[in-house]
Structure formats: C-alpha cells, structure tokens
C-alpha cells in the first residue's frame, strides 16, 4: 500500500495572498511560496517591509508541525538581503526537534536565484485546544 502525504491541518483560513501558497507538506517538514505583492510595497525602490516575508516563514514553521493547535512562542530571525516587489520567495521549514508540547522549527527562505532572504528558528507550541474560544 503507497504511503499518502500528509494534508494540511493547520491555519486553513489564513489569506495565502499574503502568507504564501503551500508547496509541500511533509512528515516534520513543508515548503510556502510567495509572491511580492505591490500592497507589500514599503518605499518608491519597491522595498518589501519584512513582516510580511515573516508571516511567510511563520506559516511554513506552522505547516512543519501541522497541528491545529500550534501556535509560535518566539522566533529568532535573521533578513540577509532585501526583496522587491515582484519577487518570488520560497521558504523551506523542517522540524529540528520535538519535547513534549515544544517544537523547534527552521526556516529558510530564498530567492529564486537561490540567495537567502531569511534563516531563523522558530520555537512552536501545541496545544490541547485552538488558542482563542469563538
């Protein structure tokens, strides 16, 4: 019998517009990529402001647990290069290690030419139950 890939079970109602769309899902492991938008625009060069590269890796870091309860504890982030509107970015997440509730996940993200844009560590939770009650 083949083995199936896992499905999404996390942040299903997140706007992939300006989080990224998912490329992989894997056991401990996922890939989002995303386009720079022109509502992404920080200055005239067409800077992208880097919280919405951020949101990219922070979804990817949530995709590598893929638990509906995850939520980020703290991150650690390094921008090595800026990026522009229209550019494309593709952000790799694997799970490092897992103890009890905590998962540690990298992440990197690069341009399509290969450069890094981020590296950073993310430091996630699962919880029993969704963060916030209806």
């Given at each position: 019998?083949?083995?199936?890939?896992?499905?999404?079970?996390?942040?299903?109602?997140?706007?992939?517009?300006?989080?990224?769309?998912?490329?992989e899902i894997g056991t401990d492991r996922s890939s989002v990529e995303l386009r720079l938008l022109e509502e992404m625009?920080?200055?005239?060069?067409?800077?992208?402001?880097?919280?919405?590269?951020?949101?990219?890796?922070?979804?990817?870091?949530?995709?590598?647990?893929?638990?509906?309860?995850?939520?980020?504890?703290?991150?650690?982030?390094?921008?090595?290069?800026?990026?522009?509107?229209?550019?494309?970015?593709?952000?790799?997440?694997?799970?490092?290690?897992?103890?009890?509730?905590?998962?540690?996940?990298?992440?990197?993200?690069?341009?399509?030419?290969?450069?890094?844009?981020?590296?950073?560590?993310?430091?996630?939770?699962?919880?029993?139950?969704?963060?916030?009650?209806?």
């Amino acid at each position: 019998m083949a083995k199936s890939e896992p499905v999404q079970n996390t942040h299903l109602a997140i706007d992939r517009r300006l989080c990224g769309h998912v490329r992989e899902i894997g056991t401990d492991r996922s890939s989002v990529e995303l386009r720079l938008l022109e509502e992404m625009r920080a200055d005239a060069t067409g800077l992208v402001h880097g919280g919405f590269i951020f949101g990219a890796a922070d979804y990817a870091a949530m995709l590598a647990v893929n638990d509906p309860n995850v939520v980020l504890g703290s991150a650690e982030v390094r921008f090595k290069q800026p990026s522009r509107v229209g550019d494309t970015l593709v952000f790799e997440a694997v799970v490092e290690s897992a103890d009890g509730r905590k998962r540690t996940v990298s992440v990197v993200g690069k341009a399509t030419d290969g450069a890094e844009v981020l590296v950073g560590r993310f430091v996630c939770f699962v919880l029993d139950a969704p963060a916030l009650k209806n």
